[in-house]
């Protein structure tokens, strides 16, 4: 499965976290992955929570259109996103790796 997909109502990712990171950020993309380091570490759904609001800042949405659909225990998860398209999500994301000269 890509690392994105469009749904009816919205987008679909496929992400994997680092938890206990020095800084919340967009690290790379795979094929298959949406990589993410998150500070908070992954104990009593705190990974999840921060990584819903995460997202929700990332694609400018808010954390409740944000839903982790699998993978609430593990460091593999799909999300889905209601209210973007994924020409947008694609260009929000890209944008995180854009850097000044």
């Not at 094929?31 to 998150?38: C, W």
């Not at 009593?44 to 699998?70: M, T």
Request: proline share 4%; with cysteine.
């Amino acid at each position: 499965m890509p690392w994105l997909s469009s749904y009816g109502r919205g987008v679909r990712i496929q992400v994997k976290v680092q938890p206990r990171a020095s800084c919340n950020e967009v690290v790379g993309i795979t094929e298959e992955y949406l990589r993410i380091r998150l500070t908070a570490p992954p104990v009593d759904g705190k990974a999840n929570k921060q990584l819903v609001k995460f997202l929700g800042q990332l694609f400018r949405c808010g954390a409740g259109k944000v839903r982790i659909l699998h993978g609430t225990s593990g460091r593999c998860k799909l999300v889905e996103i209601d209210g973007i398209s994924e020409d947008d999500a694609r260009r929000l994301v890209k944008n995180c790796f854009r850097t000044e000269v």
